[in-house]
């Protein structure tokens, strides 16, 4: 199903974290690594307290991939958000 | 609710001990190993009953002059659940010098992998019979309202049994009077089928007991033509989605096939 958009933006997590008065301008927040967090537990807490606030997260990969610094931390990680555990490898999708 | 079928194959290996009776003049003592090979088939409802075969195959030592090979075969019933225990009885039969027959009893010790295969079905929750047709009705359709003769709410029935339509009004939860139920069509043997053509109004029928043949009844009103339900038009949704992107680039096309919907700002 197509869902329209009135604003799409992005954002460099591996530069820095927004912060969540950021995050709540949007109703959708997709995050993804291919690279390091800037900081993992930071991003983690944040899209954690986002979701708590409404907001609608979708993570992908390699948010769960143990190895590089991609791995997403925090309580979105540890706090029942996040539907996988990281196995500690390489995981793709 | 579904139904399922299992099948249980499991490899048993048993220890039979038993006591040989002789018929020569010795009386000896049968010692045999059982190694039996269950294959069954189970119906799984929550425990799975298997039906074990087995042969066992084993060595006599008979106490006297007597010295043998026993062949026994073993049958016996085990049950499933995942592992499968059961109770050999077998005839041991020595075959070499002696004469002894003896009757094993072992114990079978199997392990069976149950394979499942289920159909699912929708789950009915609950029925109710509201009315009672009698005579194998095959076939229902609506009269179309306006039809001569007919009440504006009625239906068609098609007996198979009796070999006739019969018509039926309706009460007010379109449940057909049984009582006032009144033949339209006799004779025709055992019937089925029974529809309404949506743009001529006739009505259909097949008959096996006048040579399988298809009826078609003329004098209906054309059914009205149900109003199509408008699909709503999709307008833009309010969403206003962040890609949150560790990466060394940028995901413009991301960025761009989100924003390409209708509605999008980019």
Request: charged share 10%; proline share 6%; hydrophobic share 50%.
């Amino acid at each position: 199903m197509r869902s329209d958009v009135t604003q799409v933006d992005l954002f460099d997590t591996g530069a820095s974290t927004p912060t969540l008065q950021q995050l709540r301008q949007y109703d959708i927040v997709f995050a993804f690594s291919n690279n390091a967090w800037n900081n993992a537990i930071a991003m983690g807490n944040v899209l954690a307290d986002y979701e708590d606030d409404g907001g609608v997260v979708a993570v992908g990969n390699y948010a769960w991939a143990n190895d590089g610094g991609w791995l997403l931390q925090g309580r979105w990680m540890t706090g029942g958000y996040s539907p996988y555990n990281s196995t500690g490898q390489a995981n793709f999708s | 609710m579904g139904v399922a079928v299992d099948v249980a194959v499991g490899v048993a290996v048993g220890v039979a001990v038993g006591m040989a009776v002789g018929v020569a003049v010795a009386v000896g003592v049968t010692v045999g190993v059982a190694v039996g090979v269950a294959v069954g088939v189970a119906v799984t409802v929550g425990v799975a009953v298997a039906v074990a075969v087995g042969v066992a195959v084993g060595v006599a030592v008979a106490v006297g002059v007597e010295m043998g090979v026993a062949v026994a075969v073993a049958v016996g019933v085990a049950v499933a659940v995942g592992v499968a225990v059961g109770v050999a009885v077998g005839v041991a039969v020595p075959v070499g010098v002696g004469a002894d027959v003896g009757v094993a009893v072992g114990v079978v010790v199997g392990v069976g992998v149950t394979v499942g295969v289920g159909v699912d079905a929708f789950e009915i929750i609950s029925a109710f019979q509201r009315a009672t047709l009698t005579g194998g009705p095959e076939g229902i359709a609506f009269v179309p309202p306006g039809s001569r003769v007919f009440p504006v709410n009625s239906v068609l029935i098609v007996d198979w049994q009796h070999g006739k339509v019969v018509t039926a009004p309706l009460d007010s939860n379109s449940d057909p009077i049984v009582a006032n139920t009144q033949d339209v069509i006799q004779g025709l043997g055992a019937s089925e089928g029974g529809v309404i053509d949506p743009l001529t109004g006739d009505f259909l029928l097949s008959s096996a007991g006048v040579g399988g043949k298809i009826f078609r009844v003329s004098g209906f009103e054309v059914p009205p033509t149900p109003s199509p339900t408008p699909t709503p038009t999709p307008g833009p949704c309010p969403f206003r989605v962040l890609i949150a992107y560790s990466d060394a680039h940028p995901p413009i096309l991301l960025y761009n096939e989100i924003g390409r919907y209708p509605g999008g700002s980019v």
